[in-house]
């Protein structure tokens, strides 16, 4: 068993930044990937960002490529998820995701998920 939860979502203005936290519990996260997901009212679920937690492998959707940055801290078995440049169209809640499948990109390739955290932009 997995257990994720995230912290540090709140209101922004555009063009400002937030940092996410996914702090992870349970079993060892060696061969897991941890990804953020994001889901806007009418809207399915986006995936965000990942990384590998062995090898610190980064993968981002199209929507966040240079502006967000994804990475992870060993000792304190976090993963933190650094938004810049923010746009209202980034406003969601933000939920991070553990799993061992592929493709990467899909929400179903995951099996632990944290409770979310709200991010919500203005213009």
């Known amino acids: 068993q997995v257990q994720l939860a995230e912290s540090g979502g709140g209101l922004v203005q555009a063009g400002g930044s937030l940092r996410l936290s996914c702090e992870a519990s349970?079993?060892?996260?060696?061969?897991?990937?941890i990804a953020w997901f994001r889901q806007a009212p009418g809207k399915e679920r986006e995936f965000v960002a990942a990384?590998?937690?062995?090898?610190?492998?980064?993968y981002y959707g199209n929507s966040v490529k240079g502006r967000f940055t994804i990475s992870r801290e060993n000792a304190e078995n976090t993963v933190y998820l650094q938004m810049n440049s923010l746009k209202p169209e980034d406003t969601a809640v933000y939920h991070c995701?553990?799993?061992?499948?592929?493709?990467?990109?899909?929400?179903?390739?995951?099996?632990?998920w944290g409770q979310g955290t709200q991010v919500t932009v203005s213009s």
């Open positions: 349970g079993r060892t996260l060696n061969s897991y990937i």
């Open positions: 995701a553990a799993g061992m499948k592929s493709p990467i990109q899909r929400d179903t390739s995951y099996g632990y």
């Open positions: 990384i590998s937690w062995n090898g610190g492998i980064t």
